[in-house]
């Protein structure tokens, strides 16, 4: 059984907010969720004169050794490579002003639920080629994986899509489709009750 399930009535698809592409990245605030490697990728599509916002959402852990400081985060926000919006209780929200969602995790992923939220909202996805972030996403169909540590390869995978609107739209209902037919939180208790009741069975 593939996540904990989404329920699609709180993530709806709505249209693509207007003005610059909006990448948007929900996690923690550690090291090992990649927050670095989007923050050099954001850098490496401004300077290329690419026009976009990128967004980090989530607060740092302090207990962790693998925190990245408030401090470290204000300071890439007022360089003006990233924005951070800090914690969200309105992820629906938070997703559905996006036109991209990234997560260039490689920290020891389940299935992260922010991706699941993100196929819901129908937005495309750009994650690792890593255990978990590589269930949520189909390469090429709804998204697009890139090696982990790479922010190369991970500014080349959001400028397709920044540059490419229909391309988004294609993959962000790919998402959706996948939402539905894989994550609905109905078919997953469905699934789960299911292999309890074999189990009293025997």
């Known amino acids: 059984i593939r996540g904990s399930g989404i329920d699609l009535s709180l993530y709806r698809v709505l249209p693509e907010p207007d003005g610059p592409p909006l990448v948007l ?11 670095g490697e989007f923050v ?15 967004v980090l959402v989530g607060d740092t852990d302090a207990g962790n050794p693998a925190a990245i400081s408030r401090e470290q985060l204000r300071a890439w926000q007022d360089e003006g490579a990233v924005e951070w919006w800090g914690w969200r209780d309105d992820m629906p929200a ?13 920290y020891k992923e389940g299935l992260p639920r922010g991706l699941l939220e993100a196929a819901a ?7 690792t080629d ?5 269930e949520a996403v189909r390469d090429g169909v709804n ?7 790479d ?4 500014a080349e995978a959001l400028r397709t899509l920044i540059v490419d609107p229909a391309l988004r739209v294609r993959m962000g209902g790919a998402g959706r489709r996948m939402a539905e037919e894989e994550f609905n939180i109905q078919r997953v208790n469905a699934a ?9 069975r025997r």
């Open 94 to 106: 938070a997703l559905s002003s996006a036109h991209i969602v990234c997560l260039p995790s490689y």
């Open 25 to 35: 990245m929900a996690a923690r605030m550690l090291h090992d969720k990649g927050v």
């Open 143 to 149: 998204g697009f994986l890139v090696p982990p540590r």
């Open 192 to 200: 789960t009750l299911e292999v309890y009741d074999k189990a009293l």
């Open 40 to 54: 050099e990728a954001a850098r490496r599509l401004r300077t290329s004169g690419l026009v976009a916002r990128f």
């Open 130 to 134: 890593w255990p978990g972030c590589r």
């Open 121 to 127: 909202c129908a937005r495309p996805i750009v994650t």
């Open 151 to 154: 922010s190369s390869a991970l």
